[in-house]
């Protein structure tokens, strides 16, 4: 995610040399420089040093070391600080952080790899407008972008959009198989499946029809789609994404725990 970022921001026209990136494999931080020309630093400490924003892209479970070990070299003059480290609540990184450091929680999703990403930001109101509209700005490089009100909702952000990609892709996936199945060669299966999830996609994007009157659009009196859609109806496909949709959003609130958050 930190590298789908540096791209989208010096796509933007940030100067690359404004970027410093510290990375624990060498390799990682030999591709930054040979595709995006940032600078590089020997560890965090010094990758933070005089930082305007932080960008913490780390594992969740590596999050809390690696916030005491720059914490005390950020209360000077605090940066503002973005997390994109799912499940760590923002209670957590301003007790490591301390209360000085402003700090906002976002969860990008994966296809921000592209260009093509979602992202939930969220803030407590202590947390000023130009840090907001900042942290904004940064994400927006990648993604489209939303607010949260409410912490909580970072979870169903995350059983949404953050793990929705895999839906997707699943749902892709049989659709492929059943069209292969009934005869259609692998690779003409693919394209279709792929250019159909798009195209439905841009035309969802593009209409200010609701999504239930595009199904509807599509879905003429007794056809084929007709015929389709009773099938999933019957099988409960509504119900089934609701339960995926909820197990994910509890996963994310108890990640916080598994990371030993308290």
Do not use: C
């Amino acid at each position: 995610m930190a590298a789908a970022l540096i791209g989208g921001l010096t796509k933007r026209g940030l100067p690359s040399e404004r970027v410093v990136v510290a990375d624990p494999s060498q390799d990682q931080l030999n591709r930054l420089v040979r595709d995006y020309g940032v600078k590089t630093a020997a560890d965090n400490v010094s990758a933070v040093a005089g930082a305007e924003v932080v960008i913490l892209a780390v594992k969740p479970q590596l999050l809390r070391a690696v916030a005491l070990n720059l914490a005390p070299h950020m209360a000077a003059t605090p940066p503002l600080l973005i997390s994109v480290a799912a499940g760590i609540p923002h209670a957590a990184l301003a007790r490591w952080f301390g209360p000085r450091v402003p700090i906002i929680r976002t969860m990008p999703n994966r296809p921000a790899l592209n260009g093509f990403g979602a992202t939930g930001l969220f803030a407590p109101p202590s947390v000023g407008a130009a840090y907001r509209a900042l942290a904004e700005t940064i994400m927006a490089a990648v993604s489209a972008t939303v607010w949260v009100e409410h912490e909580s909702q970072m979870d169903t952000v995350t059983a949404l959009s953050g793990s929705g990609p895999a839906y997707f892709f699943l749902f892709m996936e049989a659709l492929e198989t059943a069209a292969h199945e009934r005869g259609l060669p692998t690779h003409i299966a693919h394209q279709l499946t792929l250019e159909t999830a798009f195209g439905a996609a841009q035309m969802a994007r593009q209409s200010a029809d609701s999504l239930a009157t595009l199904r509807e659009q599509v879905t003429s009196k007794g056809g084929t789609t007709a015929a389709a859609l009773e099938v999933l109806n019957s099988a409960g496909l509504r119900a089934i994404v609701a339960h995926a949709v909820a197990a994910a959003d509890r996963r994310s609130a108890e990640l916080a725990a598994e990371y030993g958050v308290p």
